[in-house]
């Protein structure tokens, strides 16, 4: 935009930079209660970045905080090279999803797509007939082109959640900030628009932070994804580096099902129950929380290596199959894939299982 | 406020429910139905042209104009003030927020009278003010200033008590949305909050006015009766009705009869028309 050269430039200096987005030491409590606690991280330049936690984490507390809708009691948000904090929302120009759209209730779609522009100051406003092109690309990119003249209670939940994207797009973002931007969609919807998301953002080039509470929804969509618990960030890393190596137990059990047994460690050796291995690497020594995975697993029969069990129940559902098996007194629902399941498992049949890949915490 | 929807029970008794029916019907028009037929039955006891005399009179002139006149200060600032409370009770936190609520819905729960005598006490001769009122020759009591500051005391809640269920149910969603798109808070509150209250603020101002138009206890406290100057349309039926001239008294009442009227229709017409947009405890 011509008529900001200052901000064009600075944008431009931080895109060199590679760092888009840097996050100091943001804190925020509401009353007595901390949302966020001592929050640091960065994003590159076009990055698509995740915020995963559970509710009461403060992920959608640091969105509002990139969005000028909250403010931070201390820390620093830098964007581009602007200290972000001290330009006032309108001025931001953050495309902004909220959880329920917040659509406008009483404009059109063509209408709510075209707010951002209409509401420019007179000098920078386009003409109407560029906002009405605009609306029309928008609407083509979104595809929603025959729904401009409809109001937002007579959509689904998959067309209002793409009319709020394209209202965001339309002023431009510099940087996209999606709040749970499937949260009250259904399964389908949501495996498409993800994809659909995913391929708006590589073709937009914006700086993209989402929150979520879906795991699977973080691993399968972000560039990287940042975890947060209880107001602080727990880990920060690539999907996979996250899933296969998680900071600590409450990652490991966010990221998908957790199977838990106390062990110990000593001399690079981990003993849980009968069952002896090679400690995994970097693995604490003493009394330890040993973690695997219940689709990872390995039976074997009874003379082989790994914990003793004892089958319950095996319910077959094509080649894989759950079966339910009682180690160490505790009954474990386990996930066997065709190959890892032997012949003859059965209720009752005393097994072998091994866990593949061990994690291992100290204890608390 | 209107209970209405509420789902039909079997009941024991088979013939109960038109028989309560019938009752209610009996008892609505024995203490609604009769007085309002009585009101505009004397107002034209003696012929049309008495009824049309009693309106043109001067004084019922002065008191029609002196009503309108309070309601035309006292409701668009009860407007503004219902607004700005609901705006700030409905959006945002602060400490105090209960007790503000209390403090709004207080003139509904105290006596009309004792609205009226509160400015009295304030700005009466006898009043806190009164003596330096009375050095700068600034009249309050008994002059049209203390009739608009009854009426807007008794009249602040209905505008503020018709939005904040609805403002507080809209969150405030749509007005962040509108800001991260580059709007200004200005813009925002004409462009998305108004729109989105709009049938609400409409329903409040009309029983706002009908209140303002027919307040009778506060304002008679402060207007000292001083007939062409300081009675509005009620004050003035009562002057009337205590000279034992009852056209003149009736007549007046049923500008007042007719005002509830038209009111009312309007009221049932919002009500069936944009009750999705009025409050969200009329929608069930």
């Not at chain 1, 931001?92 to 917040?102: I, K, L, P, S």
């Not at chain 1, 509470?213 to 890393?237: F, M, N, P, S, Y």
């Not at chain 2, 668009?76 to 936190?93: E, H, Q, S, T």
């Not at chain 2, 402060?222 to 062409?228: A, K, Y």
């Amino acid at each position: 935009m011509n008529s900001q050269p200052t901000e064009d430039t600075e944008g431009r200096t931080g895109a060199a930079g590679g760092l888009s987005l840097d996050i100091r030491n943001i804190s925020k409590s509401f009353g007595r209660f901390p949302a966020l606690n001592d929050v640091s991280l960065q994003a590159r330049d076009k990055e698509f970045l995740a915020l995963l936690g559970p509710s009461g984490s403060g992920k959608t507390t640091l969105l509002r905080v990139l969005a000028g809708l909250e403010r931070p009691d201390a820390g620093e948000v830098r964007f581009g090279g602007e200290d972000f904090l001290s330009i006032p929302v309108r001025r931001r120009r953050v495309g902004m999803v909220f959880q329920h759209y917040a659509l406008f209730r009483h404009m059109t779609v063509a209408q709510n797509i075209a707010f951002g522009l209409t509401v420019r100051p007179r000098r920078e406003r386009p003409s109407k007939s560029e906002t009405a092109d605009r609306v029309a690309d928008l609407l083509k990119l979104v595809q929603l082109e025959d729904l401009g003249g409809r109001f937002p209670a007579q959509l689904s939940g998959g067309q209002r959640q793409r009319v709020a994207l394209a209202r965001a797009l339309a002023i431009e973002p510099r940087m996209l900030l999606l709040d749970e931007p499937f949260g009250a969609l259904d399964a389908q919807v949501r495996r498409d628009l993800r994809r659909w998301l995913r391929e708006l953002h590589d073709r937009a080039g914006v700086t993209t932070v989402f929150v979520t509470h879906d795991q699977e929804e973080a691993l399968d969509l972000a560039d990287r994804v940042a975890i947060l618990k209880d107001g602080r960030l727990v880990q920060l890393g690539a999907p996979n580096e996250v899933y296969e190596h998680p900071a600590d137990p409450f990652v490991y059990d966010f990221l998908g099902a957790a199977c838990r047994l106390p062990g110990t460690v000593s001399d690079g050796r981990l003993t849980v129950a009968d069952w002896e291995t090679r400690a995994p690497k970097d693995a604490p020594s003493g009394a330890v929380e040993v973690f695997f995975r219940p689709d990872e697993v390995m039976f074997a029969p009874l003379d082989g290596s790994g914990l003793a069990g004892e089958v319950k129940a095996v319910v077959q559902r094509g080649p894989d199959a759950r079966v339910e098996c009682l180690i160490e007194g505790r009954l474990f629902e386990l996930q066997a894939r065709g190959p890892t399941l032997p012949n003859g498992v059965a209720p009752g049949l005393a097994v072998r299982v091994k866990p593949l890949r061990p994690h291992v915490y100290p204890k608390p | 406020m209107t209970a209405v929807g509420t789902p039909a029970r079997e009941t024991r008794l088979p013939g109960a429910a038109p028989l309560l029916v019938l009752a209610s019907a009996l008892v609505m028009a024995a203490l609604v139905l009769l007085p309002l037929l009585v009101v505009f039955g004397d107002a034209f006891a003696k012929g049309v042209p008495k009824y049309l005399a009693a309106i043109a009179d001067p004084d019922a002139v002065s008191a029609v104009k002196l009503t309108l006149l309070v309601a035309a200060i006292a409701v668009p600032l009860n407007a503004v003030f219902g607004v700005a409370a609901a705006w700030c009770i409905a959006k945002f936190d602060f400490r105090g927020k209960g007790a503000l609520l209390t403090l709004i819905d207080l003139p509904f729960s105290m006596s009309p009278v004792v609205s009226g005598l509160v400015w009295v006490l304030l700005f009466g001769a006898q009043g806190w003010f009164g003596d330096w009122l009375i050095e700068h020759d600034v009249k309050i009591i008994f002059a049209t200033t203390g009739l608009v500051l009854a009426t807007i005391l008794v009249t602040f809640p209905f505008v503020a008590r018709e939005l904040i269920p609805l403002m507080q149910d809209q969150g405030s969603d749509e007005e962040a949305a509108a800001l991260t798109l580059g709007a200004s808070g200005f813009t925002t509150f004409v462009r998305i909050t108004l729109p989105n209250i709009r049938w609400a603020l409409l329903y409040g101002v009309l029983l706002c006015n009908a209140r303002a138009m027919g307040e009778f206890g506060a304002v008679s406290v402060v207007s000292g009766h001083i007939r062409g100057l300081t009675t509005t349309l009620p004050l003035h039926v009562e002057v009337l009705y205590n000279d034992y001239d009852f056209v003149g008294a009736f007549a007046a009442a049923s500008l007042l009869a007719s005002l509830g009227l038209v009111t009312l229709v309007l009221k049932t017409g919002l009500e069936w028309r944009h009750s999705g947009e009025l409050s969200a405890n009329r929608r069930h």
